[in-house]
């Protein structure tokens, strides 16, 4: 983060933490329509956009731009509903001997997942690219299109060893977990490199062991 001085003291640019409450606000706005699709859906009501943001309180305008389509907001949902293992295993205590194996526990079953419905990955994988750059387009330099859960995962998941590292090396950490697990790493594994689901998911795994490793020992 870049720094001004005022006073003798070093402070964030005002810019950079303006840019930062843009983020947060397009989050919890994005979170705000999933969460009241989901609770549409609970009532027995397959929700449209625009019954999730009457129900969000969020314009119309603003629920179209994070979800254009039905399709991308029903996508959404099932992805999220895909995952609450994973939730639950994030949620449950964790020691430092234990967070290691934690978040190789969270990639494996994060990847066995995607393997498992992978069409339904693959199409969540196009909703987002095409929803990036409809915002890109429309002049959003910072398009935020999905929550991004498995960072949130694996922060979790090794917390007790956050302290132990360097700040840089713990998000380069983080950032190379998300890397290895999710659609995207699938999609390399199998299109690109021409492994088959098996060995993807542990090519996966073996990089994760290192990355680890190399970060904490």
């Known amino acids: 983060m870049g720094l ?5 003291m070093a402070v964030p640019r005002q810019q950079e933490i303006l840019d930062g409450g843009r983020v947060n606000q397009k989050r919890r706005t994005r979170a705000a329509i ?6 549409l859906l609970a009532g027995g009501a397959t929700p449209t956009v625009s019954q999730a943001a009457a129900a969000a309180e969020v314009s119309r305008t603003t629920a179209y731009r994070y979800f254009p389509t039905q399709e991308s ?3 959404e949902l099932a992805m999220t509903a895909d995952v609450g293992d994973i939730e639950e295993l994030v949620a449950a205590d964790v020691t430092p001997e234990q967070a290691r194996g934690r978040a190789l526990e969270v990639l494996d ?5 995607v393997a498992d419905a992978e069409i339904e990955y693959r199409t969540a994988l196009r909703l987002y690219l095409d929803q990036w750059l409809q915002e890109k387009e429309a002049g959003d330099d910072a398009p935020q299109v999905r929550e991004g859960r498995r960072r949130r995962w694996f ?10 590292v360097a700040p840089e090396l713990w998000d380069r950490a983080i950032a190379g977990l998300c890397l290895l697990s ?21 090519t996966a795994r073996w990089a994760a062991e290192a990355l680890l490793d190399a970060t904490f020992g």
């Open 4 to 8: 001004e001085y005022h006073d003798g």
């Open 34 to 39: 999933i969460g009241a699709a989901k609770e």
């Open 73 to 75: 907001l029903l996508v």
């Open 109 to 113: 079953l994060f990847n066995r997942h």
């Open 155 to 164: 922060e979790q998941s090794l917390a007790p060893l956050r302290g132990t």
């Open 182 to 202: 999710g659609p995207e790493a699938l999609a390399v594994l199998r299109d690109v490199c021409r492994l088959d689901d098996e060995a993807g998911r542990a």
